[in-house]
């Protein structure tokens, strides 16, 4: 197996059905009651004397897992800010791990913080801290690495006016519109992102537009640096239907140039282009999402691409909650590349070129008010991989099995306040 995985040698988080669910960076301004209940059920109803603050703006939860309402105060100039925060531990047990990459380990994975300023025309919102990104298939990478090599303790911040009513202009460093899953452990399903999210960029740095264009219809376009590449040559979009328990979304982003220059944020794949589509249906206490996405690498020998390669794939993500707390979040996916290990393609999925991998996994969860507990029982197979790019010290284990804890304190508001 590869000791940086292929998200990891790409960018973070966001999703596009995530950002059809809140308004903020991701999405027009829709209400944040909007189609997927995620949004909804992690805003805690206040007292009917106490109005709750406003949900923080970019923040989005695909999953089961509930968010506190932000703590309020005024800040005197910097006017008045709504804060979040969250601390989580992480504990893996895994067979055929890779070398370097250790069969059990504990750490802290994500100690974040939340500001923003979400009223008047000129609002912000900044995200700081630690994180860690746990991918299927990949070693980990702890949290001092993760900063070092991706988007340091700052990962989103950006500006934000609200020139109209149903329209946001956004500056800085902001979600990427692509795909089905956010980045953070604790916003998703499952605790582990996939591989079909691992094609995906992550964060991005630029300028994007939100509009809502209707009752049921909204969208977002976006210029910027695709994967973390400082180069501004990216173009991004996303369209969301949503109308009742159902929303649609189609997602697409391209370079239209060409950037020879890669680091461990910004690899080859920089100069691909992507489109997904994801459906989600969510009624009482289900939450069902399959979505389909396709990425393609053109042949570009300047930029180290002999030849073309492309990566097909998709997902199935459900949730099932509970009474007390409890909820069994799921998710299984497949992911295809184009080419073979002696024709030139690129090795897009990290288990050789032309190969193709099966992922299933299930997470267990109970929350109760801010604390929550999570386990991922996850298996990874790979097919048609190249001996040495798969699991085990000598990488040629087709199969990985893991088991992944997550602790975690969701610190905001206090709803029973007067």
């Given at each position: 197996m590869n000791p940086i995985p292929t998200r990891m040698m790409?960018?973070?988080?966001g999703t596009a059905m995530a950002m059809a669910l809140m308004a903020g960076a991701q999405t027009p301004a829709t209400p944040a009651s909007g189609p997927a209940p995620a949004s909804s059920a992690a805003q805690a109803p206040a007292p009917a004397d106490s109005p709750a603050p406003a949900p923080l703006s970019t923040f989005v939860l695909t999953g089961p897992l509930q968010w506190l309402p932000p703590a309020t105060f005024d800040a005197g100039p910097l006017g008045k800010l709504s804060v979040n925060g969250i601390l989580t531990g992480y504990s893996?047990?895994?067979?055929?791990?890779?070398?370097?990459?250790d069969t059990a380990q504990a750490t802290l994975s994500n100690g974040q913080i939340f500001i923003q300023r979400a009223e008047g025309k000129i609002q912000y919102f900044i995200e700081a801290g630690i994180y860690t990104m746990p991918t299927l298939g990949v070693p980990f990478v702890n949290a001092q690495d993760t900063l070092n090599n991706f988007f340091g303790p700052v990962p989103v911040a950006y500006l934000k006016l609200q020139a109209?009513?149903?329209t946001q202009f956004l500056i800085g460093s902001l979600p990427t519109l692509m795909g089905a899953e956010s980045t953070f452990t604790y916003q998703n399903f499952n605790i582990e992102r996939g591989i079909v999210w691992n094609q995906e960029n992550a964060i991005n740095r630029g300028i994007q537009v939100n509009q809502t264009l209707g009752k049921h219809l909204s969208a977002a376009i976006s210029w910027n640096d695709g994967y973390y590449s400082n180069r501004y040559s990216w173009l991004s979009g996303s369209v969301t239907l949503t109308k009742g328990p159902h929303s649609l979304v189609y997602d697409g982003m391209?370079?239209?140039?060409?950037t020879a220059y890669q680091t461990t944020a910004t690899p080859v794949q920089n100069n691909s282009y992507m489109h997904a589509v994801i459906y989600t249906y969510t009624k009482g206490p289900w939450i069902v999402s399959p979505y389909f996405q396709f990425s393609k690498l053109p042949t570009n020998a300047k930029v180290g691409v002999a030849k073309g390669t492309s990566a097909t794939g998709g997902a199935l993500n459900v949730s099932r909650a509970f009474k007390g707390g409890f909820s069994l979040p799921a998710r299984v996916e497949y992911l295809t590349s184009s080419g073979s290990?002696?024709?030139?393609?690129v090795n897009l999925l990290g288990f050789g070129a032309g190969s193709n991998g099966l992922t299933l996994t299930a997470t267990p969860t109970y929350q109760k008010g801010g604390v929550y507990l999570r386990s991922d029982l996850a298996w990874v197979h790979a097919d048609s991989y190249s001996a040495g790019d798969v699991f085990g010290k000598s990488g040629t284990n087709a199969d990985q099995f893991r088991g992944v804890l997550e602790f975690g304190f969701i610190f905001g508001k206090n709803i029973t306040e007067k």
């Open positions: 790409q960018s973070l988080a893996a047990f895994q067979n055929s791990s890779v070398t370097g990459d109209a009513r149903n391209g370079n239209l140039g060409q290990a002696t024709d030139g393609s």
